[in-house]
């Protein structure tokens, strides 16, 4: 087991000093990190996934309104609790209050990545995370959760029927992803340095290899449903290009999708480009280019709700400062699982189609926790120090021993993993698209009837989200196929 340096107890001993003074008394403890670190009673001895798991099941249940109702008040900042209001009152069909929790979320995004190298430079010196948890810590969304934010931004403005509105947050949606790629990239190579610097490297490589992970799947990097809207947009606005680009992006992601291949396919015919079409037919079949008479339907799928991060106790040992071996409890995050349940079954004038999937959130969401989970752990083993040596130095010159008690209770109870993420999301999402004459059709799905009109040589856009037997649903015409 590695020593830690005398670099990383000299960190600790600034940190506890920040916050506490030697002569502090130790019934202020709580109070006095709260002021500190402004950090709120729930984050301090509870986490997000406990905060938040009335709405989530009431979402699972379909239960939309009481969902909503049942948020947390801002329990963790602008930008997640308005990307979580806005995604149910979406689904609660309060178009105006979820236009508003996006625009916040936006909005804050946005300011959070102008100070994005001054938080990841902060992000293993701040006092009040070393000395109480990560919820201290402000949240930084990963690049699949802005991702979303972005698409739901761009349906909001093909709801209001402005193409041109979806298409610049489609643009942002990709620029904001790389921006959110470098962020992470800098706190993986920071928190390497810092684990190189304080000696834990061999700890922090200990917890790594007992976390789960989602794999190296494309799919759970890059956002298919993402992809595959914007290059629907693209055609709609006659942008062959950027159509074909994203198409292909789609494909790549979900290259077993046939309605994906049939829209790429279908580009590369209208654009002239016969060595792709070539290739493209070998594996998915002959084009059939549609009469002028008929229209295309795209219905797109969400369904089920996101997992919510849990918690996870994994035992540590670790020398403290006077040479004594430690047993420690790291309370980190993680997923039971990370699968989604195969596409629902949808019925089209009484005939029965399943859409294929475009993304698996689930998946999107363990491998981002995965990639954060270096720093994750660099944080909490300093922290675990640092908490031992704040123990330590209240329990000095205390003969009737209540000051370590009390410091050994606040250490446990304040140990806890930051659940945080963008729990109401679907859990996955797929397409169907097909083509039918120019008229009135019936989608029936979860038993409700669903009246769609189609227009000759149009494409009609159905929007689902089903959750717990509900539907919600609207619809548009885009362009033409």
Avoid at 83 to 97: F, I, P, Q, S
Avoid at 162 to 187: F, G, P
Avoid at 265 to 289: C, I, P, T, W
Avoid at 389 to 405: A, I, T, W
Wanted: charged share 20%; aromatic share 8%.
């Amino acid at each position: 087991m590695n020593h830690y340096s005398s670099k990383a107890l000299a960190m600790t001993r600034r940190a506890f000093s920040q916050c506490h003074r030697k002569n502090i008394a130790v019934g202020l403890i709580s109070l006095g990190l709260i002021g500190c670190a402004n950090l709120s009673v729930q984050g301090l001895f509870s986490h997000y996934s406990a905060a938040l798991k009335p709405s989530h099941l009431l979402a699972t249940q379909g239960q939309y309104e009481q969902a909503l109702d049942a948020l947390p008040e801002s329990v963790d900042g602008d930008l997640l609790d308005g990307m979580e209001r806005g995604r149910l009152a979406l689904l609660a069909g309060d178009n105006v209050v979820s236009k508003e929790g996006f625009d916040q979320a936006d909005v804050a995004a946005v300011e959070q990545q102008k100070q994005a190298v001054i938080q990841v430079s902060e992000g293993f010196n701040q006092a009040g995370a070393l000395l109480s948890n990560d919820n201290i810590l402000t949240y930084t969304p990963p690049d699949y959760e802005l991702g979303f934010l972005h698409l739901y931004l761009m349906l909001g403005y093909l709801q209001d029927g402005d193409l041109t509105a979806a298409l610049v947050e489609s643009r942002r949606a990709n620029r904001v992803q790389e921006e959110a790629r470098k962020i992470r990239d800098a706190e993986l190579r920071n928190a390497s340095k810092s684990a190189k610097t304080n000696g834990i490297s061999d700890n922090v490589g200990a917890i790594l290899s007992r976390y789960p992970d989602a794999g190296d799947k494309l799919g759970a990097v890059q956002n298919g449903y993402l992809f595959y809207l914007s290059a629907l947009l693209y055609e709609a606005e006659g942008n062959l290009n950027g159509a074909f680009i994203d198409y292909s992006r789609a494909l790549t992601v979900a290259p077993d999708n046939q309605y994906i291949a049939d829209a790429t396919m279908r580009v590369a015919f209208k654009q002239g480009r016969h060595s792709e079409l070539d290739l493209l037919e070998k594996r998915y079949g002959d084009y059939r280019r549609p009469l002028r008479s008929q229209s295309q339907l795209v219905v797109i799928n969400e369904q089920g709700v996101v997992n919510a991060r849990q918690d996870w106790r994994l035992p540590i040992w670790l020398t403290d400062s006077d040479g004594y071996l430690e047993t420690y409890s790291l309370a980190l995050p993680y997923y039971t699982f990370f699968s989604a349940k195969p596409q629902q079954s949808i019925g089209i004038d009484g005939m029965t189609v399943t859409p294929s999937a475009l993304v698996n959130v689930n998946a999107m969401a363990q491998h981002a926790l995965s990639e954060a989970m270096p720093a994750m752990s660099v944080r909490q083993i300093l922290r675990l120090v640092a908490k031992n040596e704040m123990r330590k130095s209240l329990s000095k010159n205390d003969e009737s021993g209540v000051g370590n008690l009390v410091a050994n209770i606040f250490n446990v109870l304040t140990e806890q993993p930051d659940t945080r993420s963008w729990q109401t999301l679907p859990e996955s999402a797929g397409v169907f698209a097909g083509v039918y004459s120019g008229n009135q059709h019936v989608v029936t799905v979860d038993g409700q009837s669903i009246d769609v009109t189609l227009e000759s040589g149009k494409t009609t856009l159905l929007w689902l989200s089903r959750q717990g037997g509900n539907v919600v649903h609207w619809q548009g015409i885009l362009g033409d196929i």
